[in-house]
Every structure is written in structure tokens, then in C-alpha cells.
């Protein structure tokens, strides 16, 4: 099997691919090649089979083209730039976020005509393709009405890979992902990054800014629940899916408060002092138009998992990022 990561040198991207490297297989069929591509070079990794890394824009002409010539069985497309990006800077989000998904999805097509090819392809969407008002949890039945443009961009790409699909130029599955918490390493430009902030500094004995109310409630996976959704949509028999090519991965919904209290039973009452609360209006505005709860049950039927707890969260955090240590 050959493997193409694209996105591969972001957070998702290195676990993914690290993920596979230690299977070494997906359903069954081994890893004989993996294609690390992203704007820039991943880096290289130790694998029985080859490894060819590459620096590639997407939304360049003809990027995609060159990324499936070499026709990979199976394709994970993570490459996005974030929701507080997207929103500031019309333009780029439009570029990076759908133009590259269609030039990709076209780049497919244009190789499956040469002599048939329909690789399965898994993308990630977003929670942020719903906006409000919301139910208490939103079901698999509710309409998509995005009110930022990274949601948007995100819903438009969800249709093609649907239609795509359909004509069978594809096997996609779209896979809407919670906020990912705790994300390691440094800040990012998404407007969500606070919920993974407000852990993840203090863990360290660092300060973490909070610019939102306590009382806010959000939709949660870990990175490693999030490793976990994508290689199940590798492996998933797409016919259970019909048409409906796109699901709301399971979660966690908790509130600011609960996440706060969670870092209190984990780290104590030092790791919680160090967050200072300061709010900023335009992140607020923007919070309160993102989904807050998910009744995923069709997800879950299909077999995808995610945790029950804040605490749990935590946890896997000091164990894969901090050596399982708390404190700086």
C-alpha cells in the first residue's frame, strides 16, 4: 500500500504518520510506501518501506497533479490553514482551504481517466460547517450553515468530496473533528487555541491567558482520539456510508469551568493560579456562533471513539507530550 499524507509536517500530521510507521499496516495491508508532503518539507522518518518527503503548496498549479501521479492508495488530505486565519484573511483561506481541496479531488479524477483509479481518500472537515442556533446537541440530521469563512470553505469541500464520490472518481470520507485538546508545542493562529492553552502552559508552570467567560462549552477529542478517527475512516467499509460521506466524529462537550476544575484534580491548585483571565470581544464573538454539543451516534455506530472525561484528556496529555511528568 502507498500512503500519501498531505499536511504531514503540522501536529496531526507527524502523529498520524508516526502512528503508521508503528502498525505498519492499514486493514490489513501492509505500508510498503508513505509520501510526506506539506508547504514545507516533513521530516524524513524510519520505515521498512520507502519514504519520499516533499515540499508542495496544494493550491499551486499543478501541485496536486504531481502529488497522486504516483496514484497512492490511500490518501489523507490534513493541509488547512486555521479558523482564525481563514477569518482574517479572506483571500489565502479561500485559496488553501478549497481551491486546494478541488484542484486535489480534480487531480484524482484527471488520473482515473488515464486508466482507472479511485483511491480512498479521508479529509478533515471541521464542527465549524454548523452555526448557530444550535439544538442541545446537534444530531446527524442537522444542516450545515457555517457563519465563518473557514466553515464555509469546509462545508463547500464536504459537497464535493460527497459528489466526487458519487461518481465514483473517489471513496472519500470526511471526518468533522472536535477541538483538538491539549495541542502540543507553541500557540497557533486558531481562534480555538485558548481551550488547549489554558492546559497546556500550565502543566508546565507557565501562564496561559484565558479571553473568554468560564461558562462556555465546547466540543473536545484528543490528538490521539483524533489518530484514531482517521485511521478507522482508512479501514471503514464506505459502503455502510452510502452518499452521506461526511460524519461529526464523537466527543467531549465540557465548559471552560470543567476543563479548569479537570487541570485542578490532575495538577492541583498551582497549575490552575497560573491562568489569567482576559477577554477579548473578537474571540468571544466568535465562540459564540461554534457548536457547543454533538449527538454523533452515527459515528459511533461506525466504531469511532473518543474520551468520556476532561480528565482523561489531560492524562494522555502528560503521558505522550510530557513523559508523564507535570510541572516546569
Same mark, same amino acid.
Given at each position: 500500500?502507498?500512503?500519501?499524507?498531505?499536511?504531514?509536517?503540522?501536529?496531526? !500530521?507527524?502523529?498520524?504518520?508516526?502512528?503508521?510507521?508503528?502498525?505498519?499496516?492499514?486493514?490489513?495491508?501492509?505500508?510498503?510506501?508513505?509520501?510526506?508532503?506539506?508547504?514545507?518539507?516533513?521530516?524524513?522518518?524510519?520505515?521498512?518501506?520507502?519514504?519520499?518527503?516533499?515540499?508542495?503548496?496544494?493550491?499551486?498549479?499543478?501541485?496536486?497533479?504531481?502529488?497522486?501521479?504516483?496514484?497512492?492508495?490511500?490518501?489523507?488530505?490534513?493541509?488547512?490553514?486555521?479558523?482564525?486565519?481563514?477569518?482574517?484573511?479572506?483571500?489565502?483561506?479561500?485559496?488553501?482551504?478549497?481551491?486546494?481541496?478541488?484542484?486535489?479531488?480534480?487531480?484524482?479524477?484527471?488520473?482515473?481517466?488515464?486508466?482507472?483509479?479511485?483511491?480512498?481518500?479521508?479529509?478533515?472537515?471541521?464542527?465549524?460547517?454548523?452555526?448557530?442556533?444550535?439544538?442541545?446537541?446537534?444530531?446527524?440530521?442537522?444542516?450545515?450553515?457555517?457563519?465563518?469563512?473557514?466553515?464555509?470553505?469546509?462545508?463547500?469541500?464536504?459537497?464535493?468530496?460527497?459528489?466526487?464520490?458519487?461518481?465514483?472518481?473517489?471513496?472519500?470520507?470526511?471526518?468533522?473533528?472536535?477541538?483538538?485538546?491539549?495541542?502540543? !508545542?507553541?500557540?497557533?493562529?486558531?481562534?480555538? !487555541?485558548?481551550?488547549?492553552?489554558?492546559?497546556?502552559?500550565?502543566?508546565?508552570?507557565?501562564?496561559?491567558?484565558?479571553?473568554?467567560?468560564?461558562?462556555?462549552?465546547?466540543?473536545?477529542?484528543?490528538?490521539?482520539?483524533?489518530?484514531?478517527?482517521?485511521?478507522?475512516?482508512?479501514?471503514?467499509?464506505?459502503?455502510?456510508?452510502?452518499?452521506?460521506?461526511? =460524519?461529526?466524529?464523537?466527543?467531549?462537550?465540557?465548559?471552560?469551568?470543567?476543563?479548569?476544575?479537570? =487541570?485542578?484534580?490532575?495538577? !492541583?491548585?498551582?497549575?490552575?493560579?497560573?491562568?489569567?483571565?482576559?477577554?477579548?470581544?473578537?474571540?468571544?464573538?466568535?465562540?459564540?456562533?461554534?457548536?457547543?454539543?454533538?449527538?454523533?451516534?452515527?459515528?459511533?455506530?461506525?466504531?469511532?471513539?473518543?474520551?468520556?472525561?476532561?480528565?482523561?484528556?489531560?492524562?494522555?496529555?502528560?503521558?505522550?507530550?510530557?513523559?508523564?511528568?507535570?510541572?516546569?
Amino acid at each position: 500500500m502507498h500512503i500519501l499524507i498531505i499536511g504531514a509536517a503540522g501536529m496531526i !500530521g507527524r502523529k498520524l504518520t508516526s502512528a503508521l510507521v508503528a502498525a505498519g499496516q492499514v486493514g490489513g495491508k501492509p505500508i510498503e510506501k508513505l509520501t510526506l508532503a506539506d508547504v514545507i518539507e516533513p521530516a524524513s522518518v524510519a520505515f521498512g518501506g520507502a519514504v519520499e518527503t516533499l515540499a508542495s503548496d496544494l493550491s499551486a498549479p499543478g501541485a496536486a497533479t504531481r502529488l497522486v501521479s504516483g496514484r497512492p492508495d490511500l490518501v489523507f488530505h490534513l493541509a488547512a490553514i486555521v479558523s482564525g486565519e481563514a477569518e482574517a484573511d479572506f483571500d489565502k483561506g479561500y485559496r488553501i482551504n478549497l481551491d486546494g481541496t478541488r484542484y486535489l479531488l480534480e487531480a484524482i479524477r484527471q488520473e482515473g481517466l488515464k486508466q482507472p483509479y479511485v483511491p480512498r481518500l479521508v479529509f478533515t472537515s471541521s464542527i465549524a460547517v454548523f452555526g448557530a442556533p444550535f439544538p442541545d446537541a446537534i444530531g446527524d440530521e442537522f444542516f450545515n450553515t457555517p457563519l465563518t469563512s473557514y466553515g464555509t470553505q469546509k462545508a463547500i469541500c464536504e459537497l464535493l468530496l460527497s459528489d466526487y464520490s458519487r461518481k465514483g472518481f473517489v471513496d472519500g470520507i470526511g471526518i468533522r473533528l472536535p477541538t483538538i485538546a491539549i495541542r502540543p !508545542g507553541k500557540p497557533n493562529a486558531a481562534a480555538s !487555541g485558548f481551550f488547549s492553552n489554558i492546559l497546556r502552559e500550565p502543566l508546565v508552570g507557565q501562564e496561559a491567558i484565558l479571553p473568554v467567560s468560564r461558562d462556555v462549552r465546547h466540543w473536545f477529542a484528543s490528538p490521539r482520539a483524533a489518530i484514531g478517527f482517521l485511521i478507522h475512516a482508512a479501514e471503514l467499509d464506505t459502503t455502510r456510508l452510502g452518499w452521506r460521506r461526511n =460524519l461529526s466524529a464523537p466527543g467531549l462537550s465540557a465548559t471552560v469551568g470543567e476543563e479548569i476544575e479537570a =487541570l485542578r484534580r490532575v495538577a !492541583g491548585e498551582k497549575a490552575v493560579r497560573l491562568i489569567r483571565e482576559v477577554p477579548d470581544q473578537r474571540i468571544i464573538g466568535m465562540v459564540d456562533g461554534w457548536p457547543k454539543n454533538f449527538a454523533a451516534r452515527r459515528a459511533e455506530s461506525l466504531g469511532f471513539k473518543a474520551e468520556k472525561n476532561f480528565d482523561e484528556i489531560i492524562r494522555i496529555h502528560v503521558e505522550d507530550e510530557l513523559g508523564g511528568k507535570i510541572g516546569g
